[in-house]
């Protein structure tokens, strides 16, 4: 073989693995864009979804039931999370459902003014009669308190989701609508006693949520 047909083969062989090497990135980057797409939706912790029955506005339940209860909650409160994904179904199975009380949840934006921007935001959903499931979409993202989690477009995004009338929804949010109920909410549970969350009044008796079962059955007894 001569030299020219020897350097001629070794420049086709080189071709052919530049070819490759260069295939191999391409599919290594497909491959890694693809992850960079769908692991989050894979990796997506969602709250469960709750039967919320007689929902209107921030309330779920028989308007007439004989006991009232009334939420405190901040939606960077970490015990507020955990309230809504472990205990609330529960008090919404056993008592919200069979008529017994009526449920109402009160923004008490006490930890910053995300958790003021979060509790807008979700009064803007309610507006749109989405309330609940905003609500729950707020919980899910909750990551620490103040740390930029509670976004602008944050809100816009999970309102998009929820398919909201996005204008309307975004009008809401920039003209501060909700910011002055949202501040007349914090006024009003430091009148009832609130200095924490979550804290409940049962029939206009305040407890922590430790007691809250042991409220509404008292409560009910003396019906």
């Not at 990796?43 to 007689?54: C, F, G, Q, S």
Request: aromatic share 12%.
């Amino acid at each position: 073989m001569s030299k020219r047909t020897q350097l001629k083969e070794m420049r086709a062989e080189n071709q052919r693995t530049q070819n490759w090497i260069t295939f191999g990135v391409i599919i290594f980057g497909a491959i890694l864009i693809a992850g960079v797409l769908i692991w989050p939706s894979l990796n997506r912790k969602e709250l469960k979804t709750n039967p919320r029955p007689r929902a209107e506005y921030t309330s779920m339940g028989d308007p007439n039931a004989p006991v009232k209860v009334e939420e405190f909650s901040d939606y960077q409160c970490p015990y507020c999370k955990m309230f809504a994904v472990e205990q609330e179904p529960t008090i919404v199975k056993e008592y919200v459902v069979t008529g017994k009380i009526l449920f109402t949840y009160t923004p008490y934006s006490f930890l910053g003014p995300e958790s003021v921007k979060a509790a807008e935001a979700a009064y803007c959903a309610a507006d749109q009669s989405k309330f609940w499931e905003y609500h729950d979409l707020l919980f899910e993202k909750q990551a620490g308190e103040n740390k930029g989690t509670f976004s602008h477009s944050l809100f816009i995004n999970l309102a998009n989701d929820l398919k909201l009338d996005s204008t309307a929804f975004q009008s809401c949010i920039d003209t501060g609508k909700n910011t002055k109920k949202v501040q007349d909410n914090l006024k009003y549970g430091q009148s009832k006693g609130v200095n924490g969350t979550p804290y409940f009044l049962v029939n206009d008796k305040l407890v922590d949520s430790s007691k809250l079962t042991e409220a509404i059955e008292t409560a009910l007894k003396g019906q």
